[in-house]
């Protein structure tokens, strides 16, 4: 319950009287998504001033907020999005860097989450040095995108 002050005295409203909310519906859903909730649903919806939570298995929250809130029917603010994640075998397939020379070392198909990084090593036959470089994955893509000469 709380009270709302009205001139000379104050009005008592319980939550009873505030509309519920339907379940939070994301517009970008992945497959690395997870909603939580403050309170448990009641016959379908949300009592008013439950909070919900995006949580993300492949990173950080991004473009927008990761809580929102039911106030009267209607969930206050959008939720961001989580991001994708990047597949190391794109290091060796497209950029030409050895599955050996990715450290640390994994698997063809394994996907590293937002923001995570790898070193790639690449021999440069111009200098006849080996380069390394950082590449750090920035919602589905590596970043530098610098390509080992073959």
């Known amino acids: 319950m709380f009270s709302l002050p009205i001139l000379l005295g104050s009005l008592t409203i319980t939550s009873a009287y505030l ?3 339907g379940p939070y519906i994301l517009r970008n859903s ?4 997870t909603l939580k909730y ?7 919806e949300y009592q008013h001033g ?12 991004v473009e927008g907020k990761d809580e929102t809130a039911c106030n009267n029917g209607e969930w206050l603010e959008p939720l961001g999005r989580c991001p994708h994640m990047c597949r190391v075998a ?7 860097f050895r599955p050996d020379k990715v450290t640390p070392g994994q698997t063809k198909n394994e996907l590293q989450a937002h923001l995570a990084q790898r070193v790639g090593k690449c021999y440069n036959s111009y200098s006849g040095k080996t380069d390394s470089i950082t590449f750090t994955c920035r919602d589905g ?3 530098p995108s610098v390509v080992c000469p073959q």
């Open 90 to 96: 794109v290091l060796w397939l497209k950029w030409h």
């Open 38 to 44: 403050s309170r448990q649903p009641e016959d379908g």
């Open 30 to 33: 992945t497959p690395f998504d």
């Open 19 to 21: 509309a519920g909310c």
């Open 50 to 61: 439950t909070y919900v939570n995006l949580l993300c298995s492949s990173g950080p929250v």
């Open 141 to 143: 893509f590596w970043d």
